[in-house]
């Protein structure tokens, strides 16, 4: 994505381990306790912040260790706080806007979250590792960034590795649902 590698500048390897490590017990969570992940989906579905508020106390994140969360009836994001010029970070899982309305899959979630937990605990325990990542995103080198993913996510269900907003996409299609489903760090971009 040519237009966004310039604003891929930002991110630095600090901001990426932190917000890998804060989600890091999330997903765990979503992959080993199937109430835990079906509470989540209902939440995700129904737009109940509450819900979503509690479940994610849970696994220790509220504020202020993060700044925000939200959730469109597709997936949700969590914002964490950043030094400039990043400022916020999110990460989240959701279908691409327009896809589908209120509809999130608890299996394919668990799956996803399954095969995200080596990569998320290689980005915060291995700094050289993040750095590379970190590297790839701020080129734009995503042949590179695609590598270093797929060493750690090795399902077939990974479609796609793309470069957005100063971070990236991983694109998940299992045949339990029609959807694609995108696994995203990135930074809002700002006028």
């Known amino acids: 994505m040519k237009a966004n590698q310039t604003s891929g500048r930002c991110i630095t390897t600090a901001v990426l381990q932190k917000a890998a490590g804060a989600m890091l017990p999330f997903y765990h969570r979503i992959a080993t306790n199937r109430a835990f992940a079906a509470a989540w989906t209902k939440g995700v579905r129904r737009g109940d912040l509450g819900v979503l508020e509690r479940l994610l106390r849970e696994v220790q994140l509220y504020l202020p260790r993060i700044s925000s969360f939200s959730t469109n009836g597709i997936g949700y994001f969590v914002d964490f706080r950043a030094p400039r010029p990043v400022l916020q970070y999110t990460n989240g899982t959701s279908l691409r806007p327009g896809t589908a309305q209120f509809y999130f899959h608890t299996g394919v979630h668990r799956s996803i979250a399954r095969v995200l937990v080596p990569?998320?605990?290689?980005?915060?325990?291995?700094?050289?590792?993040?750095?590379?990542?970190?590297?790839?995103?701020?080129?734009?080198?995503?042949?590179?960034?695609?590598?270093?993913?797929?060493?750690?996510?090795?399902?077939?269900?990974?479609?796609?590795?793309?470069?957005?907003f100063s971070g990236f996409a991983l694109g998940f299609r299992y045949a339990a649902s029609p959807y694609t489903f995108y696994n995203q760090f990135f930074r809002e971009l700002t006028p």
Do not use: C, H, Q
């Open 119 to 164: 990569l998320y605990r290689e980005i915060v325990r291995n700094k050289p590792f993040a750095r590379l990542i970190v590297a790839a995103v701020r080129s734009g080198n995503t042949g590179l960034l695609t590598r270093l993913v797929r060493s750690k996510v090795t399902t077939r269900a990974l479609k796609s590795v793309t470069i957005e």
